[in-house]
C-alpha cells in the first residue's frame, strides 16, 4: 500500500505542481485539503475541488474553520486592537495558522505519515505552517517540494503539461490573498521601497462617492449589529462592515515590516472590515475603559499580534493574555457612529450607558462637582512635591 500524505491545496501552481510531483515522483497517496477561514465562496471551493482530483488526488477535503478562526483568533484581536507596527490588521497571515491547524489535524484523523505544503523559502507562511506541524504532530514529517527544489514557475508548468494536466497558470501582475480579515496585494511596486500599488491593483473598487453613515454596535467587545440590524453571526457582521467599506475604497494601506526569517517586507492590503470594527471598537473602549485597562491592553495588544503574526499562537502564553483582554471587555458595549465618505471615513462618536463621560462629577473644562477649588490646590501641591524634591536638589549641587 502507498503511504499518505497529506498536502494543504489551494489550487495555485505551486500545490498543484507539488500534487502531480509527490504522486507520479514519490509514489505516495496524495489526499488534498483545503481549509477555509472564509477567504473562499463555494464557487471557488468547488474549483479547487475539481482540479485536485485532475491531479490524480485520491480524496479531497473542504475543512471549514471560519467559526474557529474568529472565536479564537479575530475575536482577540479585536478585543486587542491590534494592528501590526500601527498599520497591519494581520490580515492573511492569522488565517495561515488555522488553516495550519486544521490541516495537521486532518492528516493525524486519517493516518498520514507525511504532510506537505507549497510554501517558498522566501516567506512567512513555510515557518507558520511548519511550526504548528511540528508541535501538534512531531510523529508526522513534513514535505515540501517547491522550497526544497527551489523550482521557476515555466519548470512547474511544464512539468505539469509532461504529464497530463494543462491549466492556464498565467501569472498575473497582482498576487490576490483574499481572507476574512482582509486581503492582501503583492506586486511589482511591494518590491521596492518608493512605490505604492496602483488603484487599479486592488480588488475592491469605488462603488460609491455620496457619504454615508455607519452604526457598529458592540456587545462586551464583540461586535453584534450593523447599521441598526442584530447579526447572531458574527461572521457576517464582519461582512456587512466590509461590504459597507469597501464600496468607498477604505481600509487600504501599505505594510512595512520584520519578516519571521529576518528580512523586511512590504504588502499591500485592503481591509476595511477590519479597519472599520478595530477603530470604531478602540473609540468606544476610550469611553468606557480606565486610564490603566487601555494602557495595559494597549501594551499586551502590541505582544499579542507580534505573537500571532510570527506563529507563536500555541505559545501558552497567549491563552493567558486571551484571559487579560476578554477580562477587559465586560463594559465595553454601545454604538459607535461612523461617517463613510471616498477613502477616509470619521469616528463621530458613540453612544453607551458606560460611558464613563456621563457621570455627575463633572464636566472636562466646564464645571467641577465632586471636588472644591481647594480640594485641587491642595491636590496639585501635593503631586508637585517629588519634581520639587529633585529641582531643589539640582539648585544645592550647582553651588
Given at each position: 500500500?502507498?503511504?499518505?500524505?497529506?498536502?494543504?491545496?489551494?489550487?495555485?501552481?505551486?500545490?498543484?505542481?507539488?500534487?502531480?510531483?509527490?504522486?507520479?515522483?514519490?509514489?505516495?497517496?496524495?489526499?488534498?485539503?483545503?481549509?477555509?477561514?472564509?477567504?473562499?465562496?463555494?464557487?471557488?471551493?468547488?474549483?479547487?475541488?475539481?482540479?485536485?482530483?485532475?491531479?490524480?488526488?485520491?480524496?479531497?477535503?473542504?475543512?471549514?474553520?471560519?467559526?474557529?478562526?474568529?472565536?479564537?483568533?479575530?475575536?482577540?484581536?479585536?478585543?486587542?486592537?491590534?494592528?501590526?507596527?500601527?498599520?497591519?490588521?494581520?490580515?492573511?497571515?492569522?488565517?495561515?495558522?488555522?488553516?495550519?491547524?486544521?490541516?495537521?489535524?486532518?492528516?493525524?484523523?486519517?493516518?498520514?505519515?507525511?504532510?506537505?505544503?507549497?510554501?517558498?523559502?522566501?516567506?512567512?507562511?513555510?515557518?507558520?505552517?511548519?511550526?504548528?506541524?511540528?508541535?501538534l504532530a512531531p510523529e508526522i514529517e513534513?514535505?515540501?517540494?517547491?522550497?526544497?527544489?527551489?523550482?521557476?514557475?515555466?519548470?512547474?508548468?511544464?512539468?505539469?503539461?509532461?504529464?497530463?494536466?494543462?491549466?492556464?497558470?498565467?501569472?498575473?501582475?497582482?498576487?490576490?490573498?483574499?481572507?476574512?480579515?482582509?486581503?492582501?496585494?503583492?506586486?511589482?511596486?511591494?518590491?521596492?521601497?518608493?512605490?505604492?500599488?496602483?488603484?487599479?491593483?486592488?480588488?475592491?473598487?469605488?462603488?460609491?462617492?455620496?457619504?454615508?453613515?455607519?452604526?457598529?454596535?458592540?456587545?462586551k467587545g464583540e461586535i453584534c449589529g450593523?447599521?441598526?440590524?442584530?447579526?447572531?453571526?458574527?461572521?457576517?457582521?464582519?461582512?456587512?462592515?466590509?461590504?459597507?467599506?469597501?464600496?468607498?475604497?477604505?481600509?487600504?494601506?501599505?505594510?512595512?515590516?520584520?519578516?519571521?526569517?529576518?528580512?523586511?517586507?512590504?504588502?499591500?492590503?485592503?481591509?476595511?472590515?477590519?479597519?472599520?470594527?478595530?477603530?470604531?471598537?478602540?473609540?468606544?473602549?476610550?469611553?468606557?475603559?480606565?486610564?490603566?485597562?487601555?494602557?495595559?491592553?494597549?501594551?499586551?495588544?502590541?505582544?499579542?499580534?507580534?505573537?500571532?503574526?510570527?506563529?507563536?499562537?500555541?505559545?501558552?502564553?497567549?491563552?493567558?493574555?486571551?484571559?487579560?483582554?476578554?477580562?477587559?471587555?465586560?463594559?465595553?458595549?454601545?454604538?459607535?457612529?461612523?461617517?463613510?465618505?471616498?477613502?477616509?471615513?470619521?469616528?463621530?462618536?458613540?453612544?453607551?450607558?458606560?460611558?464613563?463621560?456621563?457621570?455627575?462629577?463633572?464636566?472636562?473644562?466646564?464645571?467641577?462637582?465632586?471636588?472644591?477649588?481647594?480640594?485641587?490646590?491642595?491636590?496639585?501641591?501635593?503631586?508637585?512635591?517629588?519634581?520639587?524634591?529633585?529641582?531643589?536638589?539640582?539648585?544645592?549641587?550647582?553651588?
Amino acid at each position: 500500500m502507498k503511504e499518505k500524505v497529506v498536502l494543504a491545496f489551494s489550487g495555485g501552481l505551486d500545490t498543484s505542481f507539488c500534487a502531480k510531483y509527490l504522486s507520479v515522483e514519490k509514489g505516495y497517496e496524495v489526499h488534498t485539503a483545503i481549509a477555509n477561514t472564509g477567504g473562499f465562496s463555494e464557487k471557488e471551493l468547488k474549483t479547487i475541488e475539481e482540479r485536485a482530483f485532475k491531479l490524480g488526488a485520491a480524496t479531497h477535503a473542504t475543512l471549514d474553520v471560519t467559526k474557529e478562526y474568529y472565536e479564537k483568533s479575530i475575536k482577540y484581536m479585536v478585543f486587542g486592537n491590534v494592528l501590526r507596527n500601527g498599520t497591519y490588521p494581520i490580515s492573511v497571515s492569522s488565517e495561515r495558522i488555522f488553516q495550519a491547524i486544521a490541516i495537521i489535524e486532518y492528516a493525524k484523523k486519517i493516518g498520514a505519515k507525511y504532510v506537505a505544503h507549497g510554501s517558498t523559502g522566501a516567506g512567512n507562511d513555510q515557518v507558520r505552517f511548519d511550526l504548528t506541524f511540528q508541535v501538534l504532530a512531531p510523529e508526522i514529517e513534513i514535505i515540501t517540494p517547491t522550497r526544497d527544489m527551489t523550482l521557476t514557475r515555466e519548470y512547474e508548468i511544464n512539468y505539469l503539461k509532461d504529464h497530463g494536466y494543462e491549466a492556464d497558470f498565467t501569472k498575473m501582475e497582482y498576487s490576490i490573498n483574499k481572507g476574512l480579515w482582509g486581503t492582501s496585494v503583492g506586486g511589482k511596486e511591494t518590491l521596492k521601497s518608493d512605490q505604492t500599488l496602483p488603484e487599479e491593483a486592488y480588488p475592491s473598487q469605488i462603488t460609491k462617492n455620496d457619504g454615508e453613515l455607519l452604526t457598529i454596535d458592540f456587545k462586551k467587545g464583540e461586535i453584534c449589529g450593523v447599521n441598526g440590524v442584530t447579526f447572531e453571526d458574527k461572521i457576517e457582521a464582519i461582512r456587512a462592515v466590509e461590504t459597507a467599506g469597501a464600496a468607498y475604497g477604505i481600509g487600504r494601506d501599505m505594510h512595512i515590516g520584520d519578516t519571521i526569517i529576518g528580512i523586511k517586507g512590504r504588502v499591500g492590503f485592503e481591509a476595511a472590515g477590519a479597519l472599520l470594527i478595530i477603530n470604531a471598537h478602540k473609540m468606544l473602549e476610550k469611553h468606557t475603559l480606565t486610564k490603566w485597562q487601555q494602557y495595559w491592553k494597549d501594551q499586551l495588544g502590541t505582544w499579542y499580534g507580534m505573537f500571532l503574526h510570527e506563529a507563536q499562537y500555541l505559545e501558552p502564553v497567549m491563552r493567558d493574555m486571551e484571559q487579560f483582554l476578554e477580562s477587559t471587555q465586560q463594559n465595553v458595549t454601545g454604538t459607535v457612529k461612523i461617517q463613510l465618505r471616498p477613502y477616509s471615513y470619521t469616528l463621530i462618536g458613540v453612544e453607551s450607558s458606560f460611558d464613563l463621560m456621563k457621570t455627575d462629577f463633572g464636566e472636562y473644562g466646564e464645571v467641577n462637582r465632586a471636588w472644591s477649588a481647594d480640594d485641587v490646590k491642595g491636590f496639585t501641591k501635593i503631586l508637585a512635591n517629588q519634581m520639587k524634591i529633585y529641582y531643589n536638589v539640582q539648585k544645592r549641587n550647582e553651588k
